[in-house]
């Protein structure tokens, strides 16, 4: 499968790597390669690039043209932007792993949607010809590509969409990625509820000091 992966942050070179992992096509995209590619430092994005060649690093544009599954891992707030620069082609699969965090307040950051609407369903109205799948988005980064490393990948992942064939799409990734416990939630009004479970998150991580940790419906 060709994937493009919009956003070079942790959790799109976590993805980026993991989905290359299990034998997918994938580009990452940024604004502009050629500085993305020249940051070290504390970032290492060139480091990162050299370490996994085979992942090719690209406009917005180029990564999602001819891409079967575009992967949303940008932040909240400058997601519909990006979308709308990379002109994601009608039809197209977008699996949304951000948050909708204001972090204006400082921290812990608020959600600037929440309770009435998501930030998958405005990507939804936004974009209404692509098919928007929110699934992810409540574990840390490593854990998105490597369940296993957590109570042996015995927790619970949520999907919920508009589209049954695009939530089928996402879920087989999910399971080839060796998340054991899926539950599809429904509509994509759902994602109001699993993006509003950050508040929670991020206040556990305050407590526990450590971002290892999700979460487990017991039933």
């Known amino acids: 499968m060709r994937i493009a992966i919009l956003g070079t942050g942790m959790v799109g070179r976590t993805l980026a790597a993991g989905l290359h992992g299990i034998g997918n096509d994938v580009a990452i995209g940024t604004r502009d390669p050629a500085s993305t590619l020249a940051r070290e430092g504390t970032d290492g994005f060139g480091t990162w690039a050299a370490a996994h060649p085979d992942v090719a690093v690209a406009t917005f544009a180029e990564a999602t043209t001819g891409a079967d599954l575009v992967v949303n891992a940008l932040s909240g707030e400058v997601s519909a932007a990006v979308i709308g620069a990379a002109g994601v082609a009608p039809g197209t699969v977008l699996l949304d792993v951000s948050n909708p965090l204001d972090s204006a307040s400082g921290f812990p950051p608020n959600l ?22 929110k699934s992810l988005h409540t574990m840390t980064a490593h854990l998105m590509t490597g369940p296993q490393a957590l109570a042996g990948g015995a927790f619970t992942t949520f999907i919920c969409g508009d589209d049954a064939a695009a939530k089928q799409l996402v879920t087989g990734l999910l399971a080839q990625l060796g998340h054991q416990d899926v539950i599809d939630l429904g509509d994509l009004a759902a994602a109001r509820g699993t993006e509003a479970t950050m508040l929670l998150w991020l206040r556990l991580y305050q407590v526990l000091g450590t971002a290892d940790f999700t979460f487990k419906v017991v039933r």
């Open 112 to 133: 600037f949607v929440t309770n009435t609407d998501s930030l998958a369903e405005q990507l939804q109205r936004a974009f209404p010809d692509l098919r928007v799948v």
